[in-house]
């Protein structure tokens, strides 16, 4: 019979930009979940994702989406996933922007999130470089597939008002993912995670701390606290 994960069997340690972390069932529940408790998978393959990529969950780096009775999903921030990217030692910059049906009745791919109130949004596009590489990696996404409905099909809040932000970013994290996967495989970002068909608001839980925890505190499983180094 296998033994439910604790905080004696399920401790996990690292580093992630010279800052230890440590985290445990109890810390996860107490400080990144609002005391919402993940199922030992959920917790497993949350931590360890964080292991792996030296992400801080305390810094908001990554974080559990769960809705309803759902599994939860697990999805790191754009921030974090482009400063990896920025931080490869083959990263030769990056262009991102939108894609448009203009005036004139013609697709357009246009830098930045740009566009007339009469222009139709349709989709996004990235292009990421790397000084290894010949050629960029570049992404295009279309706005229906990607952008996330509620279950009577209206868009969700941050799709329906800032619609052209958010398309543009699934298409850049899409590239930076493609061109630094040794790095960045595994990375999900919230825009992309979530199932059309189950986003409804009322199911909704975003498990995330309210502030970020200063960089130089780790977490003590053992007493619960937060210490700070720098004491």
Request: proline residues 4%; negative net charge.
């Amino acid at each position: 019979m296998t033994n439910k994960l604790n905080d004696t069997n399920a401790v996990v340690e690292y580093q992630a930009d010279g800052v230890a972390v440590k985290l445990t069932p109890s810390i996860v529940k107490n400080f990144l979940t609002g005391g919402t408790e993940l199922s030992d998978p959920e917790y497993k393959f949350f931590v360890e994702l964080c292991k792996a990529r030296q992400l801080n969950p305390f810094l908001k780096e990554a974080y559990p989406i769960k809705f309803g009775n759902q599994p939860a999903q697990i999805v790191v921030g754009k921030d974090a996933i482009l400063k990896r990217a920025i931080k490869h030692k083959n990263y030769n910059g990056r262009e991102q922007g939108v894609i448009v049906i203009n005036l004139k009745g013609e697709v357009e791919e246009r830098k930045g999130t740009f566009k007339l109130p009469n222009e139709e949004l349709v989709g996004g596009w990235a292009k990421v470089y790397r000084k290894d590489w010949e050629h960029p990696t570049y992404i295009s996404v279309g706005f229906d597939e990607v952008s996330q409905k509620k279950k009577d099909g209206e868009l969700n809040s941050n799709w329906a008002s800032k619609g052209a932000t958010m398309v543009e970013k699934v298409a850049l994290v899409r590239a930076l993912r493609e061109t630094f996967v040794e790095d960045l495989g595994g990375m999900v970002d919230a825009d992309e995670a979530w199932d059309p068909n189950e986003l409804t608001k009322p199911k909704q839980e975003i498990f995330e701390q309210k502030e970020p925890i200063h960089a130089t505190e780790v977490i003590d499983a053992e007493i619960g606290s937060i210490a700070d180094l720098e004491q």
